[in-house]
């Protein structure tokens, strides 16, 4: 069985001792690799490295990182049917979801190519008697990240391309559960010309999180996961002095208004409920509809077209969506729609025995609706993370709104209408 390493100072770095973590097809349910869990020693090989590599890379001059980063991006862009294979592999997704997420990662590089003109400083001249002030932009040294298991490429190049850019040196510590893209990303920037030790790569879990978290020459933390652990990083590693930026959970409104473009409405539902399972931080996850009528075009709509939905294997591509990552989570979403059912929420559309022939023993979750969700509800407080919707309805925009606004979770909001007569 393929082994899954760490990338470090360049090359592969193994240690076979480590305990090993499973790496599913989630499509068809089966191991395909096992990836290494980092220990306290080997992410404090990657640290070291990112650590020495600093001192070169911190004084490249700003235009020469910039010039490695151009490359990267146009080898980014040769690889990605690859990188968009390893993605689909591992997570699920479809391979145009797999191809829209690194494209999104790419613009990240492409912006830090520009960064040059950001890390300008300033002068001030007599701010007291005799007295000039300048300011510079001076890197911070070895920043780490840490990103979740729905977008392995693009999380990431939310992080190390602007990192890099400053002039800082990073240690990633992607998902353990598809991590053989974030893996790749890393030899395809050595190709590019990033020296080694810039850009290291440590898989792991929590003794790897926790020792990048404690080590006190990582200046600079960015997390991007569920709720609770990103509260458990930015405590622990403000705790320890560094900066820490953490982003969680979500659970994202559509308000629909009583003008709302049918057509339009239901289709933008359909892609951002059911669109890679609804495993995205911007999934839309519950739908508002102000007014009964309103609610009643749009359900009829919705039942209409989510029944033309294909739910497959990222290998065929007509499938609209793909299946759950993991057999735990699989099994989580499962229980979520039990729960809905039994708090009286009415199952409109019941994902739950979806079988996909010849993928039987895949994670598959048919796209599931629910109607008459109640803000006290499980299903409505909490994130679901697949292709499940609630359906609830208000008397008016300022009660939707308030919905969205009261929200723990609300990460973003929609609201559809055509007068665009909303305060
Ligand atoms: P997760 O929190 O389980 O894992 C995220 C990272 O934390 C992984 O690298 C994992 O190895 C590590 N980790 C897990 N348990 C840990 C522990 N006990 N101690 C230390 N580290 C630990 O998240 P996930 O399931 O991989 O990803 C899904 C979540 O990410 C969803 O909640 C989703 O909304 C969120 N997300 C948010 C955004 C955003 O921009 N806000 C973007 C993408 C995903």
């Known amino acids: 069985m393929k082994t899954i390493s760490h990338f470090i100072d360049g090359k592969i770095y193994s240690d076979s001792k480590s305990r090993k973590g499973p790496i599913f097809n989630p499509a068809i349910g089966e191991q395909i690799a096992e990836v290494e869990l980092g220990t306290k020693a080997t992410v404090e090989k990657a640290i070291e490295s990112s650590s020495k ?25 040769k690889n990605m049917e690859e990188l968009a294979v390893m993605v689909s592999e591992q997570h699920g997704k479809t391979i145009a979801d797999a191809k829209g997420s690194i494209q999104r990662g790419i613009e990240v590089v492409e912006y830090a190519t520009g960064i040059t003109d950001s890390l300008k400083g300033d002068h001030s001249t007599s701010v007291g008697t005799n007295v000039d002030s300048h300011t510079l932009r001076q890197p911070l040294g070895v920043c780490a990240g840490i990103t979740p298991f729905n977008f392995p490429a693009m999380v990431p190049m939310w992080m190390y391309p602007v990192s890099i850019a400053c002039g800082n040196t990073f240690v990633l510590k992607p998902s353990e559960k598809d991590p053989s893209c974030p893996m790749r990303l890393a030899e395809i920037a050595i190709e590019a010309g990033l020296p080694a030790g810039v850009l290291n790569v440590v898989n792991g879990d929590k003794e790897a999180v926790d020792t990048l978290l404690e080590n006190k020459t990582v200046q600079a933390i960015s997390f991007v996961g569920s709720t609770p652990i990103a509260e458990y990083v930015y405590h622990t590693g403000t705790k320890n002095n560094k900066r820490v930026q953490a982003l969680g959970g979500a659970k994202n409104h559509m308000v629909i208004m009583p003008d709302a473009d049918v057509n339009k409405t239901t289709d933008a539902i359909i892609g951002s409920a059911f669109g890679s399972a609804g495993e995205r931080c911007m999934a839309i996850s ?58 009286g929420a009415k199952l409109l559309s019941d994902g739950r025995n979806f079988k996909k022939q010849g993928y039987e023993n895949g994670y598959f979750v048919g796209p599931t609706i629910f109607d008459d969700v109640k803000p006290e509800m499980k299903i409505y407080k909490e994130e679901i993370f697949g292709p499940v919707l609630s359906m609830m309805t208000t008397e008016t925009y300022e009660e939707a709104l308030k919905l969205v606004n009261d929200h723990e979770l609300g990460n973003g909001a929609a609201v559809f209408t055509k007068s665009g007569n909303i305060a």
Do not use: M
């Open 53 to 77: 590599a600093f001192i070169t890379w911190s004084k490249t001059t700003p235009i020469n990182r910039a010039r490695i980063l151009s490359k990267y991006k146009d080898l980014l862009i």
């Open 286 to 343: 519950v739908a508002v509809c102000v007014g009964k009528q309103t609610k009643e075009k749009i359900k009829t709509k919705l039942l209409e077209e989510t029944a033309k939905l294909n739910v497959g294997p990222y290998t065929d591509e007509k499938s609209d969506f793909g299946p759950l990552n993991n057999k735990a989570h699989f099994e989580k979403v499962l229980g979520y729609i039990d729960t809905g059912e039994k708090e």
